[in-house]
């Protein structure tokens, strides 16, 4: 394999991050779209360790299986030791939010069900983690979702975050490997995209370049704060539980921050999904502003029903109601 230019510096990003979150030398799988982004990270990773590519075919594209083929036919060219197309369906019962979200959700359920406990790795870069940024930005998620993605939130491994996708792009052409290109990812209609051609490059200019990496930074920096408050909220849950609810008593002894995760911990298992910052300061006022309201709307969850948060006798509860 040609060790210059990108092609190094994918494969030292790599290595880096296998010898902190994956020590021992096993096999792994990789997320394979056919894109610049994920055919770079397996060519560099079937170099390193046993690699089986997983390959999901949406479905959505005429000609979609004859793309995920030749994906596969690449990725055993690369040297992995598998590959593996897995057709789904988007859409349906269980699927929540526009088009993009419902393919997110096909995708990793698909390669949950197919990683047979191996990690996976994604070919997230640099600019996917600015644009995520600014999407949790123009939404007011809140901190969470400005921190942007994990490297490793096991299963899910995303070594190239720190790495321009402009070199996956040079890295294939070092390589003589020819991407498939996504219609898609110059397709308007979608907001990630408007972000990519459109938003970027104006603030790039606007404000004198480094932007992406600016934005990058910033998730770092976010993540590691919230990450610090979930170790906090770990400590702190088991003395304000009570039972299958929370005792607002003690919610209310807490900062604010470690509260609000103590709650984002609880509605999350108690099947709670897609909570967002808004939802979770309305079910905080129930410990801080109560004045005998209702309860609060937290989504649905696997069964379908809906999720409310009550306060009953001074116990944060969840009262589910059939759609």
């Known amino acids: 394999m040609d060790r210059s230019g990108a092609v190094a510096g994918l494969r030292a990003a790599l290595l880096a991050f296998a010898e902190r979150h994956l020590p021992e030398v096993e096999p792994w799988c990789v997320a394979l779209s056919g894109g610049p982004d994920s055919l770079a990270l397996t060519a ?11 390959i999901v075919d949406h479905g959505l594209q005429a000609g979609s299986a004859q793309v995920a083929g030749r994906a596969r036919s690449q990725a055993i060219e690369l040297g992995c030791v ?27 359920g698909a390669l949950e069900r197919a990683r047979d406990r191996r990690p996976v790795l994604l070919g997230h870069t640099l600019d996917d983690q600015a644009e995520t940024v600014l999407l949790g930005l123009g939404r007011g998620s809140g901190p969470r979702s400005l921190a942007g993605m994990r490297p ?8 190239l975050l720190g790495v321009r996708r402009a070199a996956t792009r040079e890295a294939c052409t070092e390589l003589a490997l ?11 209609r979608f907001t990630r995209v408007r972000l990519r051609l459109q938003v970027l490059p104006l603030l790039e200019d606007v404000l004198g370049g480094g932007v992406a990496e600016a934005l990058a930074r910033s998730a770092t920096a976010l993540r590691e ?3 610090l408050i979930d170790a906090l909220a770990e400590q702190a849950a088991p003395e304000v539980t009570a039972g299958a609810g929370l005792d607002t008593a003690g919610l209310a002894g807490l900062a604010g921050p470690v509260r609000r995760a103590v709650i984002r911990r609880w509605l999350l298992a ?9 939802q979770i300061r309305a079910v905080d006022r129930l410990v801080t502003q109560w004045r005998g309201q209702g309860g609060v709307a937290v989504g649905s969850d696997l069964r379908g029903e809906r999720l409310f948060a009550v306060r009953d006798d001074g116990v944060l509860r969840l009262r589910r109601e059939p759609v």
């Open 44 to 54: 560099v990773a079937a170099q390193l360790r046993p690699t089986t590519a997983l």
């Open 82 to 108: 598998d590959a593996q197309v897995i057709p789904v369906t988007v859409g349906g019962k269980g699927f929540r939010g526009g088009p993009e979200a419902a393919a997110r959700t096909a995708r990793y």
């Open 152 to 159: 490793h939130d096991p299963p899910w491994c995303r070594p």
């Open 178 to 188: 020819t991407p498939w290109l996504d219609p898609h990812n110059s397709d308007k």
């Open 225 to 227: 704060n919230t990450e």
């Open 270 to 278: 108690g099947g709670g999904r897609g909570l967002t910052d808004l």
